[in-house]
Each structure stands twice: as C-alpha cells, then as structure tokens.
C-alpha cells in the first residue's frame, strides 16, 4: 500500500482521535517507519515462514501480539498503562471495539485506524521524548530496545524505511 494512502486512511483518522500534541512529524515518521519494518503495509497479520496461510501471533500493520495480563508487551501493555490506557479507552469507543485487549487484538487485523492509534500510543508510552525527525539512530533505539522489542530486529533495513518516512512526511515523495 502506498504510504500516502496509509496516512490518509489510517494515521490521519486515529491520530484524530487523540490528542492534537500527539500529532507531530516526529511521531508520523515513527509510525511510517514501524509500520515499513514490521509489515511493508502489506500484511495484516504475521507471517508464518513454512506454513504457507498460517498466522502468527501478531496482528495489523503495526503487528501487535496480544501480550500479557501482566502487561508485558502488545495490546495488554497499551491497554494497562497509565499514559495510554485512557485514550485508548476513547479510541475503542469511536472505533465501536469493545474497551478488552482479545477485542483490540482482532479489531486491528482489520481496522487500520485503531491499529494506527494503538502503535501511537504505544510510542506514548515511552517516557522519553519522540527522536527529532533526522535522527535514524535514535528511533531504531526506541522501537528496538525499548517499545516493539521485536525478537529478530533487522537493523540493516531500518534506516532506508526511516529515510522514506522523513520524506514522505516531509512532502517530498508518496
């Protein structure tokens, strides 16, 4: 899917739905390049190697696990902590999802909106400011190390993904 129809159908109308300091360049380039890493916007659901069809434990563009009741990781983070859980909470609401994290889990695999609002949130999570938009290094640390954690992260794409969202958003290509 084109990046300009991602923001437009998806991050454009969840970003609406939080609270206008969330939108920023900084936070939209984030969202670009996650989304290029984890799916190239391509699939919904987590590709299984060898089991051609099979879905793995992630789900939406973004590829959010479920996570855990102990709120370790994926939508049970989100949904658990202190910084997101009110907005998410709203966001379930004007997506018609009920306020649950199974509920949120299916919900994205189809609706790219909450998927795009739940990997916002997630990177509000972070107590650390949004890396400036130039700052490759510094996004790969927090989505890497301290927001996706992927368990195999792939550094040597990132930063071509990463130039592509800056400029995507910056105007300067679709």
């Known amino acids: 899917m084109a990046l300009g129809s991602i923001i437009e159908t998806a991050i454009n109308p969840a970003l609406a739905l939080l609270p206008a300091a969330m939108d920023t360049p900084e936070a939209r380039v984030m969202l ?3 989304g290029l890493q984890e799916s190239r ?4 659901y987590q590709l299984v190697k060898a089991r051609p069809g ?3 434990p992630a789900r939406g563009f973004w590829q959010f696990e479920l996570g855990t009741r102990a709120g370790r990781g994926g939508v049970w983070g ?7 859980r009110y907005w998410l909470s709203g966001v379930c609401v004007a997506r018609g999802v ?3 994290p199974r509920a ?12 795009a609002a739940l990997a916002r949130l997630l990177l509000f999570t972070d107590p650390r400011r949004l890396p400036s938009v130039s ?8 989505y890497a190390l301290r927001t996706w954690r992927p368990g195999k992260p792939h550094r040597q794409t990132w930063d071509a993904f990463h130039a592509q969202a800056r400029a995507v958003v910056a105007g300067t290509a679709a």
């Open 78 to 84: 989100v949904y658990l902590h202190p910084a997101s």
């Open 98 to 100: 009920a306020f649950e």
């Open 41 to 44: 916007f391509v699939h919904r």
């Open 104 to 115: 949120i889990w299916k919900a994205i695999e189809q609706d790219d909106v909450l998927a």
């Open 32 to 34: 670009l390049t996650i």
């Open 54 to 56: 099979a879905k793995g």
């Open 135 to 142: 700052d490759a290094r510094g996004a790969w640390m927090l």
